[in-house]
T-cell receptor
Framework: ETGVTQSPTHLIKTRGQQVTLRCSSQ?????VSWYQQALGQGPQFIFQ???????GRGNFPPRFSGLQFPNYSSELNVNALELDDSALYLC??????????????FGEGSRLTVL | AQSVTQLDSQVPVFEEAPVELRCNYS??????LFWYVQYPNQGLQLLLK??????LVESINGFEAEFNKSQTSFHLRKPSVHISDTAEYFC?????????????FGQGTELSVKP
């Protein structure tokens, strides 16, 4: 069974640039969620994708966008990067219909630094 | 809306001592509750969860948590900790019937086990 994998693991961007982060979900999972974890904070929900559509969004501006592909992998795109976007970005996969639906399987994250 | 408060940001403890990590939540609807653990430079792993039934839930590595609806708490306990338990612990909540991965996390508690 393949777990959740994310790429890249680390990256550095400058303010105003754009970034794309990638995630492969765990085998058999059909839902992908993205979280932002700032240093010393708990993860914050960005959005979730199911059946290739956004299915729930947290309090993040439209410059945070995403995609889900037919194989359930996903991308997180962030435009016009700001210094406060520096964080660990976590991808999590799950089964949409699972009881509780909150048993998320997390990747190790992509650490973004914005200079 | 739901919210989670972890009452201690850091908990230092000696090996083989008992520990309690406190978590309180706020919600106007019924919720599911979770504890996740994050080891250094890794993603989050589910430690245990409360969905329904017995209010005392246990993990395979000796942790337990008790759902207390009247006090809106879900404290995590272990009678005897090991060095390997050193990690960040996150309490999380999602509303019942929530389809998908929107979890609300607390700020985290850093458990540091000293020899």
């Amino acid at each position: 069974e393949t777990g959740v994998t994310q790429s890249p693991t680390h990256l550095i961007k400058t303010r105003g640039q754009q970034v794309t982060l990638r995630c492969s979900s765990q085998s058999g999972h059909n839902t992908v969620s993205w979280y932002q974890q700032a240093l010393g904070q708990g993860p914050q929900f960005i959005f979730q994708y199911y059946r290739e559509e956004e299915n729930g969004r947290g309090n993040f501006p439209p410059r945070f966008s995403g995609l889900q592909f037919p194989n359930y992998s996903s991308e997180l795109n962030v435009n016009a990067l700001e210094l406060d976007d520096s964080a660990l970005y976590l991808c999590a996969s799950s089964l949409f219909s699972a009881p509780g639906a909150g048993e998320l399987f997390f990747g190790e994250g992509s650490r973004l630094t914005v200079l | 809306a739901q919210s989670v408060t972890q009452l201690d940001s850091q908990v230092p403890v000696f090996e083989e001592a008992p520990v309690e990590l406190r978590c309180n939540y706020s919600s106007s609807v019924s919720v599911y509750l979770f504890w996740y653990v994050q080891y250094p430079n890794q993603g989050l792993q589910l430690l245990l969860k409360y969905l329904s039934g017995s209010t005392l839930v246990e993990s395979i590595n000796g942790f337990e948590a008790e759902f207390n609806k009247s006090q809106t708490s879900f404290h995590l306990r272990k009678p005897s900790v090991h060095i390997s338990d050193t990690a960040e612990y996150f309490c999380a909540v999602t509303r019942v019937y929530n389809q998908g991965g929107k979890l609300i996390f607390g700020q985290g508690t850093e458990l540091s086990v000293k020899p």
